[in-house]
């Protein structure tokens, strides 16, 4: 399990926000990456440095600090929509290979590297943003049926990222919920919320 891809956003013109402005646009960077707690939401503030929120009501803060999606799951939406889908296109500051991003816990660990531990939050909401950066109509219902949302992570350890890290889960909760399953429940499928255990329930709230 690896980090394939650090990946830090540009700001460009937001046309589908009432928000100016998106750090959407995420691209790869070569060299370490220093990687923090963002401090309280609302600032704007995000976990790598570098990068920033500028739709500070949704996103940044602590439970947002970094987003990870999985190339596997990359290559199956290059192969779904037709159309490449390289590292960092959907907003995510680490593209990761042989992780289960959707399977992980919410709670469950990762040290990535010597130095940083990060802990997975919740699973990412689909925004309009995220549809008119995509350029296809529908693409929120699509991306939610698909159910493969990636998880954002909290900084547990601060320390240094870089393409090519290591992954290692270093701890996983006894009683918990899959980013998948918290975000069918948080999404399309309602009725799930009931099958989450509580502390799952609570640090999604």
């Known amino acids: 399990?690896?980090?394939?891809?650090?990946n830090v956003g540009r700001p460009?013109?937001?046309?589908?926000?009432?928000?100016?402005?998106?750090?959407i646009d995420k691209r790869p960077v070569t060299g370490p990456v220093v990687v923090r707690?963002?401090?309280?939401?609302?600032?704007?503030?995000?976990g790598l440095a570098g990068d920033r929120?500028?739709?500070?009501?949704?996103?940044?803060?602590?439970?947002?600090?970094?987003?990870?999606?999985?190339?596997?799951?990359?290559?199956?939406?290059q192969a779904e929509l037709r159309s490449p889908v390289p590292h960092g296109a959907f907003g995510e500051n680490l593209t990761t290979c042989?992780?289960?991003?959707?399977?992980?816990?919410?709670?469950e660990r990762w040290r990535i590297g010597r130095e940083v531990v990060l802990e997975v939050s919740c699973p990412r909401i689909p925004c309009a943003t995220f549809q008119g950066w995509m350029g296809?109509?529908?693409?929120?219902?699509?991306?939610?049926?698909?159910?493969?949302?990636?998880?954002?992570l909290r900084v547990i350890e601060p320390g240094y990222v870089r393409?090519?890290?290591?992954?290692?889960?270093?701890?996983?909760?006894?009683?918990?919920?899959t980013?998948?399953?918290?975000?069918?429940?948080?999404?399309?499928e309602p009725a799930l919320l009931p099958s989450i255990p509580r502390s799952a329930r609570e640090a999604l709230d």
């Open 53 to 77: 929120a500028y739709d500070v009501k949704h996103h940044g803060g602590p439970d947002q600090a970094v987003y990870a999606y999985a190339r596997e799951d990359l290559d199956e939406w």
């Open 1 to 6: 399990m690896e980090v394939l891809s650090v």
């Open 179 to 188: 980013i998948a399953l918290a975000f069918r429940a948080m999404t399309l």
């Open 98 to 107: 042989g992780l289960d991003v959707n399977g992980a816990l919410i709670g």
């Open 136 to 152: 296809r109509g529908g693409w929120i219902e699509q991306f939610m049926r698909a159910a493969k949302p990636g998880a954002y």
């Open 12 to 23: 460009r013109p937001n046309p589908w926000k009432k928000v100016s402005t998106t750090g």
């Open 163 to 177: 393409p090519g890290d290591s992954v290692e889960i270093v701890h996983r909760p006894d009683r918990s919920a």
């Open 37 to 46: 707690a963002p401090g309280p939401k609302g600032t704007g503030a995000v």
